[in-house]
């Protein structure tokens, strides 16, 4: 059974929360990235998994696309999200991303942000993304990065200094975290496995980057410095 943790009232408030007054670290430190990626927006048609509250909509319907279709399994990000931005070119869908059907040949961007630490079937998914893509297409992605969820301990303080644990880095698998609920389910693998399961899927590896903070930015968020400490997302762009 897929994971709808964003549909319960208390996850969903604190998560919407954090989004709106940039608590988090999308804005600042994953988003620039992805847009800096993103190569031609004008009349693309764009599918955005797991889009959540539509920020990363937001920005692309600015830009002049064909088409755009949203896609997320929960109803309440949904709901907050037509109360949020209105276009003609805008279709939303209700929907796990394993059971979505992407239509075959037909998209020229895919995007996700910080959602496929959520999907089992991985591989499955990059699949059905490569032949959702027409050629030359683009597929850019976040995801927690793989130090984060080897152990999901959270930051340990030794002697003093305070640390980023990592263990089990080689046993991939179900995660379990404690993050405004207890018990949220993600999938840790290898950096490596990503990797290559893009690979096999038949993507060319365009782009990778592993974000922190900039001096610019923690001139803003100090309390940011943490992430220098360790990659908190890692980014990937791929082409067909």
Known sequence: MKQNIYDHPVFF????DLRDNDKGLNELIEQPVIRKLIKNQAGANVLDIGCGLGQQLAYILTKSPGSVIGVD????MLDELRKRITSDHLELACSAIEDYAIKENHFNLILSSMTLHYVQ????????????LK?????IFSIEHPVCTALMKGWVTTEGTKLWPVAHYAIEGIRHQNWFL???VKYHRKLSTIVMDLIAAGFHIDHIEEPVP???????????????????????????
Do not use: C, M, W
């Open 13 to 16: 408030e604190k998560y919407k």
């Open 73 to 76: 399994i929960s109803r309440k």
């Open 121 to 132: 079937d991985l591989n499955g998914l990059f699949d059905r993304i490569y032949r959702g």
């Open 135 to 139: 050629n030359g297409g683009q597929f």
């Open 182 to 184: 207890e018990g949220v």
């Open 214 to 240: 900039t001096a610019t930015v923690l001139t803003a968020r100090p309390d940011l410095e943490q992430h220098l400490d360790r990659p908190p997302i890692l980014i990937i762009a791929v082409s067909k």
